[in-house]
């Protein structure tokens, strides 16, 4: 029988780069020795491998939602000049957010590569850049006024995208149970 792979995109209504597809492998024969895991126990072949699998992932959507922040921030920087001293008050606090998000996902993702199966940094990391992107795209639309998702398309793109984060790898209540857990256990101390 020929090995038959199909991929068949989903639908995403915002997100569009993610090209995330439902894989069909039809008469495809994987031999015992090439069968990752296969020194472990059936029980820790799926979930250890999936806790791993999203702490190192967790720290690439923290990335991705920095940059999307990143992208807006320059966006409204670019119209500072109109805003009263609460939006420039604002816009620095944002940005302080968004160099100290920065830090953390860096520390998160080092991180992951060392120990894929501690996940504290890596839900700490997407908590603060999941709020972050959010309040800086709601912040841009409150200070663009109410024609700025007509006048500016990227915008309107990266609002949507930004509720979209929250959702991939775990929404923000999972990421705040496994800091709160670790830190119960003691396998991570908060300064």
Not at 119 to 139: I, N, P, Q, R
Not at 143 to 163: H, I, Q, T, V
Request: with cysteine; net charge positive; aromatic share 8%.
């Amino acid at each position: 029988d020929p090995v038959r792979i199909r991929a068949q995109p989903l639908e995403t209504f915002g997100l569009r780069a993610l090209q995330v597809s439902h894989l069909v492998f039809d008469g495809m024969p994987i031999p015992d020795s090439q069968l990752l895991g296969q020194h472990l126990s059936k029980g820790q072949r799926g979930i250890l491998a999936a806790v791993k699998m999203f702490n190192q992932r967790r720290t690439g959507v923290a990335a991705c939602a920095l940059g999307v922040a990143k992208a807006v921030m320059d966006l409204v920087s670019d119209e500072r000049k109109t805003f009263n001293e609460k939006g420039k008050e604002t816009i620095s606090r944002l940005e302080y957010r968004l160099n100290s998000t920065r830090q953390v996902i860096r520390k998160a993702a080092e991180i992951a590569d060392q120990d894929p199966q501690n996940g504290y940094y890596a839900s700490l990391s997407k908590v603060m850049a999941v709020s972050l992107v959010e309040d800086v795209t709601t912040f841009a639309v409150q200070m663009l006024g109410p024609s700025a998702f007509l006048e500016n398309p990227f915008l309107n793109k990266c609002y949507r995208d930004a509720r979209g984060f929250e959702y991939l790898e775990g929404t923000s209540n999972m990421q705040k149970l496994n800091i709160f857990q670790h830190y119960m256990t003691g396998k991570v101390a908060l300064a």
